[in-house]
């Protein structure tokens, strides 16, 4: 094959006047149009659209586990291997001058606060307290719920949901659409990551599609999320006195439910519209700062011991039994009540739901990655958009969690953390741990802490949803749109929370996501397919001395 420099421009329509100066009105228009039909929907058909999507669901959830599974067992292996090969680990995400915008805190700060943030101070503790009383293993026999010997099964179902492969789905789109589009000059926006697959076709009706698809994944991905905000958020506010926002079953009300979303879009929407070298790196800044706090109370005043148990058995658990867990599905075999059948329930309302909810986040968070690391190396990029996070999620889970678990199974907690909301857990054991006065005051930090990340999280959506619009500009774009896409996200979160009902909202939000993540699935298995294409046509080129990116050469090279 006769190799030639790469494509290097791929001319995507934007309006030149009116409204929608800068942007792709097809992207723009029609992703408007299918969020706010969703939005609509659900709040004045509720029982309707709840019937249908859960059909929706249950069809996708019984027949893609495989998919989803194997999918993402791809994009861990991808991933890892760019960044060991020695020939694509030493790319640079730009060309060889381009040098890191941020610093490595700021850097790891914006990753962290946007990507898993709020996922956090949920999960943190309410996850590994789950899969300490119910997990495959359990279900299996091979251990007791409840009980010291089923500790170590905890925490490595949790750091499977948690660890290398969630942070895989954000690495292959983050840095699929980083190489394209800073080696070779194309638009920051996710149909330039297929250039190598598609060429130019993407200029027109496909990449629209594409870039469409990644909007409303988006939306629905950042719902899911800010959807188990508000619930721990309304928690929080309950916890240090504000009444009349949570229903009797102790989960957000209509009230609670527009209190907290005004409350985070009115904040996110300002952020947004500072862009990402101000609001949202101060924000990122002081969540880390403020996480730092947090999980320092907990290594000192937690059971550290415990949670240093928690630490080294669950990463070593996690590490020697991924390349089976990575891989395994769980099929029924027809009987009710049987081992296999609720062993394939179990996966279909955890790991299958997770993978989906990552691939829903990937285009955000890959996209906001990209944004962030021009001029990284792939070995730094997968180092600190994989391996660094997933270490941090499991220290979080060991100290958090394991404090949960240790007061609960050998200290005097009884049912009071335990028996709380998902949201509840954590506010429940500082106030255990610290009697009601200062209990209080840390569940003041905890609330301000969730606000930023929630703010952290929304803004980062906004400005990433407009920058696909605008067919990959960066720059913070007109008013109205960060306005329309602050109240439509908040709408999305707000519509189904309430449709759902008490106690159901969540779920709402949840069957909408897998429903919305499975177009993007295909397209990011197509983004891996394109990396590798690419990286190994650009090595072939080097070894040529062919042009590669955008930096010049010395000779004239004919360009396709």
Same mark, same amino acid.
């Given at each position: 094959?006769s190799?030639?420099p790469?494509?290097?421009?791929?001319?995507?329509?934007?309006?030149?006047?009116?409204f929608?100066?800068?942007?792709?009105? $097809?992207?723009?228009?029609?992703?408007?149009?299918?969020?706010?039909?969703?939005?609509?929907?659900?709040?004045?058909?509720?029982?309707?659209?709840?019937?249908?999507?859960?059909?929706?669901?249950?069809?996708?959830?019984?027949n893609?586990?495989?998919?989803?599974?194997y999918?993402?067992?791809l994009?861990?292996?991808?991933?890892?291997?760019?960044?060991?090969? &020695?020939?694509?680990?030493?790319?640079?995400?730009?060309?060889?001058?381009?040098?890191?915008?941020?610093?490595?805190?700021?850097?790891?700060?914006?990753?962290?606060?946007?990507?898993?943030g709020?996922g956090?101070?949920?999960?943190?503790?309410?996850?590994?307290?789950?899969?300490?009383?119910?997990?495959?293993?359990?279900?299996a026999?091979?251990?007791?719920g409840?009980?010291?010997?089923?500790?170590?099964?905890?925490?490595?179902?949790?750091?499977?949901?948690?660890?290398?492969?969630?942070?895989?789905?954000?690495?292959?789109?983050?840095?699929?659409?980083?190489?394209?589009?800073?080696?070779?000059?194309?638009?920051l926006?996710?149909?330039?990551?297929?250039t190598?697959?598609?060429?130019?076709?993407?200029?027109?009706?496909?990449g629209?599609?594409?870039?469409i698809?990644?909007?409303?994944a988006?939306?629905?991905?950042?719902?899911q999320a800010?959807?188990?905000?508000?619930?721990?958020?309304?928690?929080?506010?309950?916890?240090?006195?504000?009444?009349?926002?949570t229903?009797?079953?102790?989960?957000?009300?209509?009230?609670?439910?527009?209190?907290?979303?005004v409350?985070?879009?009115?904040a $996110?929407?300002?952020?947004?519209?500072?862009?990402?070298g101000?609001?949202?790196?101060?924000?990122?800044?002081?969540?880390?700062?403020?996480s730092?706090?947090l999980?320092g109370?907990?290594?000192?005043?937690? $059971?550290?011991?415990?949670?240093?148990?928690?630490l080294?058995?669950?990463?070593?658990?996690?590490?020697?039994?991924?390349?089976k867990?990575?891989? @395994?599905?769980?099929?029924?075999d027809?009987?009710?009540?049987s081992?296999?059948?609720?062993?394939?329930?179990?996966?279909?309302?955890w790991?299958?739901?997770y993978?989906?909810?990552w691939?829903?986040?990937?285009?955000?968070?890959?996209?906001?990655?990209?944004r962030? $690391?021009?001029?990284?190396?792939?070995?730094?990029?997968v180092?600190?958009?994989?391996?660094?996070p997933?270490?941090?999620?499991f220290v979080?889970?060991?100290?958090?969690?394991?404090?949960?678990?240790?007061?609960t199974?050998?200290g005097?907690?009884?049912?009071?953390?335990?028996?709380?909301?998902?949201?509840?857990?954590?506010?429940?054991?500082?106030v255990?741990?610290?009697?009601?006065y200062?209990?209080?005051v840390?569940?003041?930090?905890?609330?301000?802490?969730?606000?930023?990340?929630?703010?952290?999280?929304?803004?980062?959506?906004?400005?990433?949803?407009?920058?696909?619009?605008?067919?990959?500009?960066?720059?913070?774009?007109a008013? &109205?749109h960060?306005y329309?896409w602050?109240i439509?996200?908040?709408?999305?979160?707000?519509?189904l929370l309430?449709?759902?009902?008490?106690?159901?909202?969540?779920?709402?939000?949840?069957?909408?996501?897998?429903?919305?993540?499975?177009?993007?699935?295909?397209?990011?298995?197509?983004?891996?397919?394109?990396?590798?294409?690419?990286?190994?046509?650009?090595? @072939?080129r080097?070894?040529?001395?062919?042009?590669?990116?955008?930096?010049l050469?010395?000779?004239?090279? &004919?360009?396709e």
């Amino acid at each position: 094959m006769s190799l030639k420099p790469p494509l290097m421009d791929l001319p995507i329509q934007t309006s030149v006047d009116g409204f929608y100066t800068g942007f792709n009105k $097809s992207v723009a228009i029609y992703s408007k149009i299918i969020v706010s039909i969703l939005v609509i929907w659900a709040v004045v058909f509720p029982d309707q659209a709840s019937r249908i999507l859960n059909v929706i669901n249950s069809f996708i959830l019984a027949n893609t586990a495989y998919w989803y599974i194997y999918i993402v067992a791809l994009f861990l292996i991808v991933c890892a291997a760019l960044a060991l090969i &020695p020939a694509s680990g030493r790319l640079k995400l730009g060309v060889e001058s381009d040098e890191p915008e941020f610093g490595d805190f700021s850097w790891f700060a914006m990753m962290f606060g946007a990507a898993i943030g709020v996922g956090m101070l949920t999960w943190a503790v309410a996850e590994p307290v789950y899969h300490f009383q119910n997990n495959p293993d359990v279900i299996a026999g091979l251990a007791e719920g409840g009980t010291a010997e089923n500790i170590r099964n905890a925490y490595k179902w949790s750091n499977l949901h948690w660890g290398f492969g969630a942070w895989a789905c954000y690495g292959i789109t983050g840095m699929a659409m980083a190489y394209f589009s800073y080696r070779r000059g194309l638009p920051l926006t996710v149909r330039s990551s297929l250039t190598p697959i598609f060429g130019k076709a993407l200029s027109g009706t496909l990449g629209n599609v594409i870039d469409i698809v990644a909007v409303v994944a988006t939306i629905l991905g950042v719902a899911q999320a800010l959807g188990f905000g508000v619930e721990q958020f309304v928690a929080g506010m309950t916890r240090i006195g504000i009444d009349g926002l949570t229903s009797e079953e102790g989960t957000a009300n209509t009230l609670g439910v527009l209190v907290a979303i005004v409350i985070i879009m009115t904040a $996110s929407t300002m952020s947004a519209l500072s862009g990402v070298g101000k609001g949202i790196k101060m924000l990122s800044n002081i969540n880390m700062c403020l996480s730092i706090f947090l999980l320092g109370f907990f290594l000192i005043f937690g $059971s550290t011991f415990f949670g240093l148990n928690a630490l080294f058995y669950g990463i070593i658990d996690y590490v020697m039994s991924l390349p089976k867990l990575m891989f @395994q599905v769980f099929r029924a075999d027809g009987v009710a009540d049987s081992i296999a059948t609720k062993q394939e329930g179990w996966q279909g309302a955890w790991s299958v739901f997770y993978w989906a909810w990552w691939v829903a986040f990937a285009p955000f968070v890959g996209m906001f990655l990209a944004r962030i $690391s021009k001029g990284r190396t792939i070995r730094e990029f997968v180092l600190g958009a994989m391996v660094t996070p997933a270490i941090m999620c499991f220290v979080w889970f060991s100290f958090a969690g394991g404090t949960a678990i240790d007061l609960t199974l050998n200290g005097d907690a009884g049912d009071a953390i335990f028996s709380s909301s998902d949201g509840d857990k954590i506010f429940a054991m500082v106030v255990h741990m610290l009697g009601e006065y200062w209990g209080w005051v840390m569940s003041v930090l905890i609330v301000v802490l969730l606000l930023t990340y929630l703010v952290t999280t929304a803004d980062s959506a906004v400005l990433i949803v407009n920058t696909i619009n605008a067919a990959g500009d960066e720059g913070p774009k007109a008013r &109205p749109h960060i306005y329309f896409w602050g109240i439509a996200l908040g709408a999305v979160v707000a519509g189904l929370l309430i449709a759902g009902g008490p106690g159901g909202g969540l779920k709402a939000i949840q069957t909408a996501m897998v429903i919305g993540a499975f177009p993007f699935s295909i397209v990011m298995v197509l983004q891996c397919a394109a990396l590798i294409k690419g990286i190994w046509h650009d090595t @072939q080129r080097s070894a040529a001395g062919i042009q590669n990116s955008t930096d010049l050469v010395e000779v004239a090279i &004919p360009v396709e």
